[in-house]
């Protein structure tokens, strides 16, 4: 690994073979049982062992997120699987909760302990506290600008910093916030957060629900809280004058899709900014790979500016742009017959503009070209079709095929 590390969340076993093939440094998953449903931004402890041996074997890292705030009943289950994921060799465990730090201390003594951006840890003495009670890395809040985490990095160089470079953003101040276990019972102090700052809301007179008030944002509704999305690719030389150990990508619940393309997307981008910072350019090629995926227009939150600055991160016109989806992933490349035998995950119609993202490289794949096991031409495929395409050079697998979303 050269410069800081490059960690992305894997929500499950597969998004963390993908983040493994694209590119990651170390990976950061949710752990069973400590958050109230399963769901898909957490493994069990049997999928965590496999990725810990997966990972490891390409020298990738594996931290686990314990980052509730946990309550009194939670505390049996935490020990326990504080036990479990030091005897499967996890290389950190993340916590916001100093009940969680603890029992993480009194019950594995040497595995590592992240502070979770959660604890909103804001200034150096607080870093110093923290690294007292035996945090070795520590996600800055999200509210600091650069030149304070500059700052911090200088003051107390003895602790690790972690930062946030990509995905979505939180209004509520480190993301402590009520909203989403008020409108569903799901709590964001869980790691839950179904994101309802997000939704679309509109202004209703009681007798007439029907006919929505329009205040501002589209023909339709308006989005007062939801905010832009994170991006800071074109600012990594600065991020890494300012002393940061590991880059951040937000979002476990994200998709392979996802994770496949801002993952490698930050791989070239962070190789190029630490052989040479000074030189470093961000390719318009990078940002246009950073459209393809769902998000809400972007920002550079508070790393540019202070706090007590307007915060511009606010998208109050549209809730989404997609142009871009996940068409299917690939189960083998066959190099005597010269294709890739692919998984559809969704709907493909021959003439899709279609391509196969490899780790340093994009393929424009000819849909029409599209067969069954057979050799036979398909019109179309549908989700858990197994088809095939030519491929003339090797293809890893587990390889995303994506497809513009508006039909050509
Ligand atoms: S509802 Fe929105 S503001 Fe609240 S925690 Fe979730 S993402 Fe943050």
Redesign the pocket.
């Known amino acids: 690994m050269n410069g800081p590390e490059l960690l992305v969340p894997a929500g499950n076993l597969e998004k963390l073979r993908t983040a493994v093939l694209y590119g990651a440094d170390a990976v950061y998953t949710g752990v069973e049982g400590l958050s109230l449903r399963a769901r898909q931004a957490e493994m069990t402890i049997a999928e965590l062992a496999e990725g810990v041996r997966l990972a490891h074997r390409r020298k990738v890292k594996v931290y686990a997120a314990l980052n509730i705030f946990a309550r009194n009943r939670d505390l049996a289950l935490i020990r326990q699987r504080v036990g479990q994921l030091a005897e499967i060799g996890v290389d950190a465990v993340l916590v916001s909760d100093v009940g969680v730090l603890q029992t993480v201390r009194q019950v594995a003594p040497r595995l590592p302990v992240h502070l979770s951006t959660q604890a909103n840890t804001t200034n150096a003495e607080a870093v110093r506290f923290w690294h007292g009670l035996g945090v070795s890395r520590i996600v800055l809040a999200r509210e600091l600008s650069l030149a304070e985490i500059g700052q911090i990095a200088t003051a107390v160089p003895e602790i690790e910093l972690e930062l946030f470079v990509h995905g979505?953003?939180?209004?509520?101040y480190s993301?402590?916030?009520?909203?989403?276990a008020y409108l569903t019972g799901r709590s964001?102090n869980r790691g839950e957060?179904?994101?309802?700052?997000?939704w679309e809301y509109s202004l209703t007179e009681r007798t007439r629900p029907e006919e929505p008030l329009v205040l501002t944002g589209d023909d339709r509704y308006s989005y007062l809280?939801s905010?832009k999305d994170l991006r800071m690719i074109e600012y990594l030389p600065e991020i890494l004058k300012a002393g940061v150990t590991s880059l951040k990508i937000e979002g476990r619940m994200k998709s392979v899709y996802y994770l496949a393309v801002v993952t490698r997307t930050y791989r070239w981008a962070l190789d190029a900014a630490a052989l040479d910072p000074a030189g470093y350019r961000c390719d318009p090629a990078w940002l246009a790979e950073l459209e393809k995926v769902s998000h809400r227009g972007y920002t550079t939150g508070f790393y540019l500016q202070s706090e007590g600055e307007k915060f511009a991160g606010v998208n109050l016109k549209e809730s989404y742009r997609k142009t871009h989806g996940l068409v299917g992933t690939v189960l083998e490349y066959r190099p005597t017959e010269g294709r890739v035998l692919v998984e559809l995950r969704n709907q493909l119609v021959a003439g899709d503009e279609t391509e196969l993202l490899l780790p340093d490289a994009t393929l424009l794949l000819d849909s029409q070209a599209m067969t069954n096991e057979a050799g036979e031409p398909l019109a179309e495929g549908h989700n858990r079709y197994r088809v095939y395409f030519p491929v003339d050079r090797e293809v890893p697998t587990g390889a995303v095929l994506r497809r513009r979303l508006a039909r050509v």
């Open positions: 979505a953003m939180c209004l509520a993301g402590r916030c009520l909203l989403s964001a957060c179904t994101h309802p700052c997000r809280l905010a």
